[in-house]
């Protein structure tokens, strides 16, 4: 229905981040007031405990992790072309409109989604998915029912499996080979792999 | 093969159970016909001792028998039982079930035993009078329907919900009874005497979609929230649409003519029984929670209440002949809320069990009678009629959903596809309330019969061809099976991760956009509502109040608990003998392992937003488990991180250390866990206790009620789903949950509350990697597993284990965050 009190002019560089993030106008237009209303002291920046407040999220396993996602390291607050520029990830790739060429690579291709989920595991941000790390989440996905035993063998085996290089960690490389070797849900469309340096900021 | 024959056996019991009532029931009738009044005068003499009395003046009967007496309630029970026999039945053989819809198999059994009954001249009771079904097996079903109803998804596709509802239920009705008039045109089918009033009657009869059995269909299948939330609230208002139509056309139909007037009249009286119930919901619902606000003192009848207003809200509207239904679903869904946060939680457990109850035996009475009733009523059999109504059924209810989805669709934020529409259309079988409203056609008509025969045939033509068909047809249009045997153990945790990132994803983002007006009434409702409905109205996170209904209830069960409550040790031993196979192969893994893992993550890890899981299987009481659980990790890493070194003192207080242990194997893994649990109940749980004159026993005895805890609520669920049981729920809360929260807590707040960590020592990566070797080493192999009340080796102090098992939590806590760093080097 959308509420005529924000219009497009109300965001800042719009045209800029929707030709950046592949969004349209009305995607945009919604996000922004889905940020308003999470904005509850209007500061026009959110901070961790507005995103917290969303009850769905707070009820998230891995809920903090999503929420940590939107903060790049050091800052507390998150504006609203970050904001959107984070959930752009989660864009469908099957429906990129971006012209091809130019511009290096779209934020909802394969790559770039593995690589947000990689870097949801990897909070040292070392390239590496520890076992640690993978334990983890694996302790937060898990019922408690599960003893600490049982997580280690499942983390142990799990990168045993995907392994290559046996440095007993699993890099962004090694993670995307796994998620190929699946019938992933999302559409596998091809794009040109990021150089594996790149995975380590 | 041995459920099979638990089948026979239990279908057997029914016919014998049956027969039982039946031939008594011979004795006491000796003509059909002269029922009642051989039945009345019996119970007006009721206060009269003697039963007999012609037969031997002079003696004192030594045996009597008077079974016109308790004749009503005696076959009602037997009715009852029957059908709660059959549904035991059906889910012995567990598969049968997700084939064939269990309306089906209710109403197979009951063709059976109509057919017994009519091969001996038997009567079937009169369930299907108008008074008895809309008075007493309509209003409890609609109650769960309203109570149980997933208030969020429901309200966010409510114009939806109410389109098809309404404008659907209204162009099925007059497109097929204008249909069927044409047809009635036709010299050849010899069904000119029927006019269009009486078409119209009986469409709007058959155009009631009963969604029960295409609800169990999608719900295994996964189907999307936004379908199933549509097919279930359609089913909802659908009942009051066709009873308002119904009463409309009856009225018409007695009618010579109709004019324009009478028209007009109708579309005003439709409103008129559409809002007049939902205020009368309002105002029932509104002074139930008020009620529920001063029954503190009175906590064994407090569930009446809820029983009570709801009915009274159904009664008055039909007493005003408004729409009971939309009466009753409005009070249960107002009163809900503010119920469930003034009665007490055994008063809430006690409503929601009931309610299920009631609606249940309620559904399967309805089923199973459409099965009885089918065989030993008249019919009329007209072929043309009947497939002419089946095919028209059919055909408008797919074109309606196409067209009006095309409509409703541009105001949608996720639209329907062309699957989904079709799924929405197959799914639209007809049910009870069809059928009931099929019996309560008056008699003036004078092609009843023919009516009631074609909607029994479009019923169980829907029920069986459609339900069974569905699954395998929505199946095979969306393909989302996913073949779990290729999977590797990586694929299945990163895909549940992933799910659960898109599903925090979709709640950041909020689908919808109603906030507006959810914000608006949130406020109203905290600023006014709570404040006259609620007894203790401070606004509460969920967390607070979730917790303190925990720790209400903890205390009160380790009270209750007996001293030796060795309840859950067997599991503790098993699960430790378990674990020992599981961990021993540490670097190479067999395939039986590999299978173990998926199977323990397939059922452990937390179901993705169990939204709709809660609610869908319509025979059990949504679980709150998993929320439970989650919440409950969280609050115990803030309040452990609120009270620091609370624990401290804890360990070294005087605990029995036999009791300490006294669940606890030799292999000592679980040790870990325990020693963790132990401090961080320190300061809460043990201490509270301690004030109440209780001594505190072994922490992990403090667990105990925690779990059982979570079995008041949801025992009654496990009881009643066998038919999804096969996929455990989410574990019940309280047995590791403190092993957890580590991780999970401290990033909670990373910057907000650096608080120092209570934690005593610091402990390094190499002691998390050690940590399983290190702690098997006494008895991995040589020492048989002990019952859980031998005492534990004596080597083992807490002491000693402590660094190293802070080091399995601790280690991942610091590569996690800057913050909780720091926090982890001020504990120690």
Known sequence: MGSSSSSMDHIPNAEELMQETGFSAAHLLRLYERFEFLDKDQTGELRPEDFGAIGGLALNPIGDRIISAFFSPGQETVDFPSFVRVLAHFRPNGTNRTRNGTQQEPVNSRTRKLKFAFQLYDQDRDG????????????????????????????????????????????????????????????PTKETPLHPTEGGR | MGTQRGVGWMLLLLLLCCFGGKCELQESKPSTTTDFPTIKPFH???????????????????????YPR????????????????????????????????????????????????????????AVFDTTIFFLYMLPPIVLDNGYFMPTRPFFENIGTVLWYAVVGTLWNSIGIGLSLFAICQFEVFGIQDINLQENLLFASIISAVDPVAALNVFEDIGVNEQIYIVIFGEGLFNDAVTVVLYSMFAFLADMPQVDSGDVFLGVARFFVVGVGGILFGFLFGFVAAFTTRFTHNVRQIEPLF????????????????ISSVLAIITCAITMKYYVEENVSQRSCTTIRHVVKMLATISETLIFFFLGVVTITTDHEWNWAYITFTLLFAFIWRGLGILVLTQIINPFRTIQFTFKDQFGLSYGGLRGAICFALAFTLPNTINRRNLFVTASIAVIIFTVFIQGIS??????????????????????????????????????LCGHWSHYY?????????????????????????????????????????????????????????????????????????????????????????YKIRQRTMAYTNKYTLPDEGQTREILIRRHASVRRSIRPGSFRD???????R??????????????????????????????????????????????????????????????????????????????????????????????????????????????DDEDPDDAEYPSRGVEPVHPPQLPPPRGWAPENQDPREVGAGNPLLRHSSQGSRGSGRSGS
Request: hydrophobic letters at 40%.
């Open chain 2, 470 to 507: 569905i699954r395998p047809i929505l199946e095979y249009l969306n393909i989302r099976r996913t073949n779990k045997d290729l999977n590797t153990i990586n694929v299945e945790v990163h895909t549940r991760m992933m799910e659960h990132v898109v599903s925090g994803i979709e709640d």
């Open chain 2, 517 to 605: 007006w959810k914000d608006k009434f949130k406020k109203f409702n905290d600023r006014i509502l709570r404040r006259i409905l609620l007894r203790d109205n401070r606004a509460e996170s969920s967390i607070v109040s979730l917790y303190k209904k925990l720790e209400l209830q903890n205390a009160i069960e380790l009270l209750d608990t007996p001293m030796g409550d060795l309840s859950a040790a067997p599991s503790i031993v098993s699960l430790h003998d378990e674990k020992m196979e599981a961990s021993r192969p540490k670097k190479k893994f067999l395939a039986a392992d590999v299978r173990k893992m998926h199977d323990i993550l397939s059922k452990n890890m």
């Open chain 2, 306 to 321: 809820v029983f009570m207003y709801s009915y009274l809200a159904y009664l008055v509207a039909e007493l005003f002949a």
């Open chain 2, 650 to 656: 804890m360990s070294a207080q005087n605990i029995p």
């Open chain 2, 70 to 125: 308790i004749q009503v309630p005696f076959e009602f029970t037997l009715w009852v039982l029957l059908a709660s026999f059959a549904k035991i039945g059906f889910h012995i053989y567990h598969k049968i079930t997700i084939w064939i819809p269990e309306s089906c198999l209710l109403i197979s059994i009951g063709l059976i035993v109509g057919g017994i009954m009519y091969s001996v001249k038997e009567e079937p009771p």
């Open chain 2, 658 to 767: 036999s009791q300490k242990y006294y669940s606890l194997q030799p292999g000592g893994n679980l040790e870990s866990a325990f020693a963790l649990r132990r401090r961080s109940h320190g300061g809460g749980e043990v201490d509270r206790l301690r004030s109440s004159g209780v001594l505190p026993r072994s922490s992990s005895h403090s667990l105990v009620p925690m779990r059982r805890l979570n079995t008041i609520k949801e025992a009654g669920s496990a009881g009643g789903q066998p038919a999804t049981s096969a996929r455990p729920r989410s574990p019940p809360p309280g047995v590791d949950i403190l092993d957890e929260m580590g991780p999970a807590g401290s990033r909670f707040r990373p910057r907000k509350a650096p608080l120092p960590a209570p934690r005593r020592h610091s402990s390094n990566w190499a002691e």
């Open chain 1, 128 to 187: 590496k998915i520890s076992r640690a790390e993978l334990l983890q989440v694996l302790r937060a996905m898990l019922g408690i029912q599960v003893t600490e035993e049982q997580l280690q063998s499942i983390a142990e085996r799990a990168i045993q499996e995907a392994d290559l290089d046996r440095d007993d960690a699993i890099s962004f490389d090694e993670f995307k080979k796994v998620q190929q070797v699946s019938p992933h849900p999302q559409t």
């Open chain 2, 44 to 66: 007006d003499e009721i206060n009269e001792p003697q039963a007999f009395p012609e037969q031997e003046r002079a003696h004192l009967p030594v045996f009597t028998m008077n």
